[in-house]
């Protein structure tokens, strides 16, 4: 399994845009991807679990990533984090 601590920096936080682009990003992989925020903690594929992390701008998530393409998953979601889930300037 691969893990990682990513932060929210875009604006809006993981709001309902950014957890459908989350969605979309994890949707081609052979993985399994949980996000994780204290104690909650959701499915990728699942927008409304993710929308129930509460996670605001500047929250750090730790995402967990294990199976097939585990690496790939995790590279392409560590993009989505740093590109600000494409909504910044």
């Given at each position: ?10 604006k809006r936080?993981?709001?309902a845009?950014?957890a459908?682009?989350?969605?979309n ?15 909650r ?43 600000r ?5």
């Amino acid at each position: 399994m691969r893990s990682r601590e990513l932060t929210l920096t875009n604006k809006r936080g993981l709001h309902a845009r950014a957890a459908t682009k989350l969605v979309n990003c994890c949707a081609p992989f052979a993985a399994t991807v949980m996000v994780s925020h204290g104690e909650r903690r959701a499915n990728a594929t699942n927008v409304m679990a993710l929308l129930m992390l509460a996670a605001p701008c500047g929250t750090s998530l730790i995402i967990d990533v294990e199976g097939e393409h585990a690496d790939e998953a995790m590279i392409a979601i560590t993009a989505l984090f740093e590109a600000r889930f494409e909504e910044d300037e």
